[in-house]
């Protein structure tokens, strides 16, 4: 599942990230809020190494970054930087046992985990990442940066896409297929009406090739024009670092009209947050598996359990009306 709404970081897109100045102030400004003079400072998804550098500017004595891919890139930023001699980057998988080159017995004071998709469908195991490292590495007073995930929930009906009427077309689409070729390509049908509610959920393209990101990246929303709330936005869930350990997110949400229309589905706000200070928020979209009628006053509940995670699909357990 997650494969299909992860984010492939390539190079381009690091750049492409750090372009977008309003998200990287805010970014900066937490950063330096948490360290404290001396601090060892463990980057996680490192990337270009910029949350390191940054921190080790604040005053951080040393930091270690780890990520899977471009670290060649990050090494050459330090040293062009003159701070290749206060920062080491480890080339693994955050989830290894044994992560190389670093020792169990020195504690980071600070965790930088900026390692999310905004996607609440990959971010809840992301989530429960940053607990382990948190265990593995920290120290018992470890900061961790960003420091909250808050989800928020409305439902909505959205009419610049439908997935039932995408479904159609793409069913009449394999009978075009057949009568062109004499070959039935059903599994191929069947592979992309699974993945569509995956493929349509985010407002932007994550991998899109403009290099002038849009006016703030730090809020991204699907347009207004194309989708109307049902619901006043209501919270789902908050993952705090500080917490003893990590909780997942509720198997179930209740809706509760304030508009009268269709209901096609929930738009979900993924908010990070340093010190109740929100770093950037996001927008993504589930559809139900099917569109309800409802009026002011009407209670929708939703299944958010493993099918759900694994579609990206809602399914209703209850509709109770005013």
């Given amino acids: 599942m997650s494969k299909l709404v ?50 080790l500017a604040a005053g951080a004595s040393e930091a270690v970054g780890i990520d899977r891919q471009h670290l060649d890139v990050a090494r050459a930023i330090a040293a062009k930087n003159g701070l290749s001699d206060r920062i080491t980057f480890t080339e693994a998988d ?3 046992p044994d992560i190389p080159g670093i020792d169990k017995n020195q504690k980071f004071d600070l965790l930088l985990a900026f ?31 960003p420091g909250q995930i808050r989800y928020r929930f409305a439902g909505c009906h959205r009419n610049d896409w439908d997935m039932h009427t995408e479904i159609s077309d793409l069913h009449q689409a394999g009978d075009l297929l057949r009568g062109c070729y004499g070959l039935d390509f ?9 993945e569509l509610a995956l493929k349509r959920s985010r407002p932007i393209d994550p991998s899109s090739k403009d290099w002038r990101p849009p006016t703030s990246m730090a809020s991204i929303q699907f347009s207004r024009d194309g989708l109307r709330l ?15 350990k990590f909780t997942g997110l509720p198997e179930e949400a209740e809706l509760q009209v304030t508009s009268p229309g269709l209901l096609t589905g929930v ?29 002011a006053g009407d209670r929708v509940t939703v299944s958010t359990d493993d099918s759900w995670k694994a579609t990206n699909v809602l399914q209703v357990r209850s509709l109770t009306k005013d």
């Fill in 6 to 55: 992860d984010v492939p970081f390539t190079t381009d897109l690091h750049l492409r990230l750090l372009l977008s100045l309003d998200r990287g102030h805010n970014v900066m400004r937490a950063v330096q809020a948490a360290v404290n003079p001396g601090d060892r400072v463990l980057d996680a998804g490192t990337g270009s190494g910029l949350l390191a550098l940054i921190a």
């Fill in 94 to 96: 955050l989830m290894d």
């Fill in 115 to 145: 390692i999310y998709t905004n996607h609440p469908l990959v971010d809840e195991a992301r989530s429960r990442m940053v607990f382990d490292l948190r265990d593995r590495f920290g120290t018992n007073g470890c900061s961790i940066v």
């Fill in 186 to 194: 059903e599994p191929l049908i069947d592979r992309t009406e699974q």
């Fill in 230 to 244: 049902l619901t006043n936005p209501a919270p789902f869930a908050e993952i705090d670092y500080s917490a003893e």
């Fill in 267 to 295: 738009v979900w706000t993924q908010e990070l947050a340093y010190q109740d200070r929100p770093l950037w928020t996001t927008e993504t979209y589930t559809p139900l598996s099917q569109s309800l009628h409802v009026s």
